[in-house]
């Protein structure tokens, strides 16, 4: 259960972003709003209907497995979604500066 902070460059926005990776207590916590609080609104919709449609038909096995995957699987989800939205790995980001 190890968490890891990966750093995230945008070239054309010139910003920086730490992301966690790995296990996410966050979301063992906080559940489906974390992918909210990110502004990540794919995520946070899959996440809330899910768990919203368990609770309306008092099937919770779908919200309980949702939940298991968000605290499991979202931070990794969440950093290759950043990743195809052009974010790039700071040593990446660094080694191919140094390239040029």
């Keep these: 259960m190890e968490?890891?902070?990966?750093?995230?460059?945008?070239?054309?926005?010139?910003?920086?972003?730490?992301?966690?990776t790995g296990m996410s207590i966050t979301s063992l916590f906080f559940g489906a709003f974390v992918p909210l609080f990110r502004g990540d609104f794919k995520w946070a919709l899959i996440s809330f209907s899910v768990c919203i449609?368990?609770?309306?038909?008092?099937?919770f096995i779908p919200t309980i497995?949702?939940?298991i995957w968000l605290v499991v699987k979202y931070n990794d989800t969440y950093f290759l979604e950043l990743l195809e939205k052009g974010w790039v790995e700071m040593k990446?980001?660094?080694?191919?500066?140094?390239a040029k």
């Design 3 to 20: 968490v890891f902070m990966k750093t995230l460059y945008h070239p054309n926005l010139q910003q920086t972003k730490n992301i966690p």
């Design 53 to 59: 449609l368990g609770a309306m038909f008092v099937f």
């Design 65 to 67: 497995v949702m939940w």
């Design 92 to 98: 990446a980001a660094a080694s191919e500066s140094t």
